[in-house]
Each structure stands twice: as structure tokens, then as C-alpha cells.
């Protein structure tokens, strides 16, 4: 019995060679931001329980680390302070203090290591008592403007700290203008904004949240500020307003619950497009693969060709460090 079909697309997957002769795209080191965590507290790395192979790094051990990570590839990393309790207050005024934790990080990683890019978060959240992304006003919702110009602030400092990007994530409206201007106002034209632009109110930021110790007893509401996980048209309109903005780079996340809206933003707009697989996005994975259900490498490989394949040419991704030794 044989059909007479014309078209067999098996054919061209009958061997390996065949196989990786017609495959469409490759992952590279390239595409990788490793995120880090750097704490004022730890001595030595510590576990964060709910991020399997992620630690919290002291300063004095994060050069080195940096290091080792370049070796097998990987150049670019986003920067996550953990800070003392005792120094967060409700204006999250460490933030504007030049000789914090997350501007000495930049700057002795740059003092040590050529070649290296660094992304320096622009949020309230790691210096706030209350975890937000912003201040509050009396009725307790975050102020935009207010809020705005101290993240454009906290921008010059990360800048004049080594941060060749500053990475605004807090979905202020208009920060990432504020910030361009006061950039350009203290002789910074060159460095540039990797806006998180579309950034969704996502259930998946838990484990990120007890890693840099904004988590609280009960999930904090970032609703006001954050885009609704069912809209797509108000995702448009930030990636736009964004752009327009003048933001370098345009950044979705979470990543693979939003592959719509990378591919969107491929499609129309000629700057790169980031996207961010958050920490939930991360653990689920590992804690299919400690139940034994899910294969951690395999899947953590195929969500990395599926969010490029949607248009994503940076990943933001905990995986850096196992798919930079698997490519
Ligand atoms: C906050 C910020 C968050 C993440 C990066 N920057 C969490 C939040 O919005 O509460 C999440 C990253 C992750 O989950 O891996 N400015």
C-alpha cells in the first residue's frame, strides 16, 4: 500500500543532518541575560528555596562568579539587589543614595571585567517597606509622578554606576521620557533604556519576590500599575507609547504566557525585543522535573525556542547558565 502524495514533509526530517540542515533557528549565547541577585546580608551564596540553582551572591563573590559565567559564554546580566531591611522605608529612599548596593555592584564589576554588559532595574520594590513598585499616597496607590521622577533619578545614578542599560520595570506612564531627559540632561546619551514595556500582572513573580524579599504574607497587588493578563490591545498601546518614549530596546514579560505579544511587537517595531521568563516561569519547570514528570533540560530548551521563535531575539532567563553549557 502506498498513497501517491505529493507532499511528504517527513522526508526532510530522516536523519540528524537533515534534520539540523533544515532547522529555522538556533539558539545562541547571544540571545542570554542571566538575572542575578546580589545581597548585602549573605556571606556565602545562598539558596533561594523556591529557585532551584539560583543563589543570592555577596558582592565579594560576585566578581569572580561573573567571571566563571563568562567562560562558558555569557556576558550580559541583569542586576537584582537585595537589600537590609532596616534600610527600606515607605519612599524607598535608598534607591537615591549613590553608594547603594545595586551602584557598587556595577561598578565593581566593571572595575574588574572587560566585556561585560550590565542591566540595572529601575524600581522602587527592592527599597520600599511595602514592596511596591512606586510610593503611596495617602489612600495607599502607588503615585505616578512622584514615583517617576525618582526612578529618573535612580536611572543617572545607574548610569554613572556602569549600567550600560538602565531597565525602568515599575509601568510608571511616562518614565521612560522622564528618564531619557534626565539622561541626556547629565551627559548620558549613551546609555540606554531596555524598557519593560509590556509587563503583566502576573502570578509568576512569587519566587522573585522572596529572592529579593519584597514578599509578604499576602500577595502584593501590583494591579494598578501592571496590565491585566487578559489584554492585549493595552499591551500594544505601552509597547508603542514606549517607543515612542524612546525606549532602545522593548521588553515583554512574563515571556512564554505572552508569546502574542512578543510576536506583535516583532512585527512592529525595528528595535530588539526582549522578553523576561520569570522566576514562576522557571520553578514550574523544576518542579515538574523534582516530581519526576517533566524532563528539566528538554523543556527548558524547547521554552527557549518557543519565545525566540515568537520574535524575541534577548531572553531574560535563570536557565542562562544550563543552555549556555547545552548550545
Ligand atoms: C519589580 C520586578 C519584578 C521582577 C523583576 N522586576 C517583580 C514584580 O514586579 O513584582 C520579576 C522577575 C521574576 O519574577 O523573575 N520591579
Known amino acids: 500500500m502506498n498513497f501517491n502524495l505529493t507532499h511528504r514533509p517527513r522526508r526532510i526530517r530522516n536523519n540528524p543532518v537533515l534534520r539540523s540542515l533544515v532547522k529555522e533557528q538556533e539558539l545562541s549565547?547571544?540571545?542570554?541575560?542571566?538575572?542575578?541577585?546580589?545581597?548585602?546580608?549573605?556571606?556565602?551564596?545562598?539558596?533561594?528555596?523556591s529557585m532551584p540553582e539560583i543563589f543570592r551572591w555577596p558582592l565579594n563573590l560576585l566578581v569572580s562568579k561573573i567571571k566563571e559565567w563568562q567562560d562558558i559564554g555569557i556576558n550580559t546580566f541583569a542586576i537584582f539587589p537585595q537589600i537590609q531591611a532596616s534600610k527600606k522605608n515607605p519612599l524607598g529612599s535608598e534607591i537615591l543614595n549613590s553608594d547603594s548596593l545595586v551602584y557598587?555592584?556595577?561598578?565593581?564589576?566593571?572595575?574588574?571585567?572587560?566585556?561585560?554588559?550590565?542591566?540595572?532595574?529601575?524600581?522602587?520594590?527592592?527599597?520600599?517597606?511595602?514592596?511596591h513598585d512606586g510610593i503611596l499616597d495617602c489612600n495607599g496607590v502607588v503615585e505616578n509622578d512622584r514615583t517617576v521622577e525618582i526612578l529618573a533619578q535612580g536611572a543617572v545614578l545607574a548610569a554613572g554606576a556602569g549600567y550600560?542599560?538602565?531597565?525602568?520595570?515599575?509601568?510608571?506612564?511616562?518614565?521612560v521620557k522622564l528618564i531619557r531627559e534626565e539622561l541626556d540632561k547629565q551627559n548620558k546619551q549613551n546609555t540606554g533604556i531596555l524598557s519593560y514595556s509590556a509587563k503583566f500582572s502576573s502570578a509568576y513573580y512569587g519566587p522573585f519576590r522572596d529572592a529579593i524579599g519584597t514578599g509578604q504574607k499576602t500577595a502584593i497587588d501590583k494591579s494598578c500599575y501592571q496590565l491585566d493578563p487578559a489584554n492585549l490591545r493595552e499591551a500594544k498601546r505601552e509597547l508603542e507609547l514606549d517607543f515612542e518614549e524612546g525606549a532602545d530596546i522593548l521588553m515583554i514579560k512574563p515571556a512564554e504566557p505572552y508569546l502574542d505579544v512578543i510576536k506583535y511587537a516583532r512585527e512592529n517595531f525595528n528595535i530588539p525585543i526582549a522578553a523576561y521568563q520569570v522566576s514562576g516561569e522557571y520553578s514550574r519547570i523544576w518542579a515538574s522535573h523534582l516530581q519526576g514528570w517533566l524532563d528539566l533540560e528538554s523543556c527548558a530548551l524547547e521554552s527557549m525556542h518557543s519565545i525566540k521563535r515568537a520574535g524575541a531575539n534577548i531572553i531574560f532567563t535563570y536557565f542562562a547558565e544550563r543552555i549556555a553549557k547545552l548550545i
Open 164 to 175: 550600560d542599560l538602565v531597565a525602568p520595570s515599575d509601568m510608571m506612564d511616562g518614565r
Open 29 to 49: 549565547h547571544n540571545d542570554l541575560v542571566l538575572p542575578v541577585f546580589v545581597s548585602e546580608q549573605a556571606q556565602v551564596p545562598e539558596k533561594i528555596d
Open 104 to 131: 557598587k555592584t556595577a561598578y565593581e564589576i566593571k572595575a574588574a571585567i572587560d566585556n561585560v554588559a550590565l542591566v540595572g532595574d529601575i524600581a522602587l520594590d527592592p527599597y520600599t517597606t511595602h514592596g
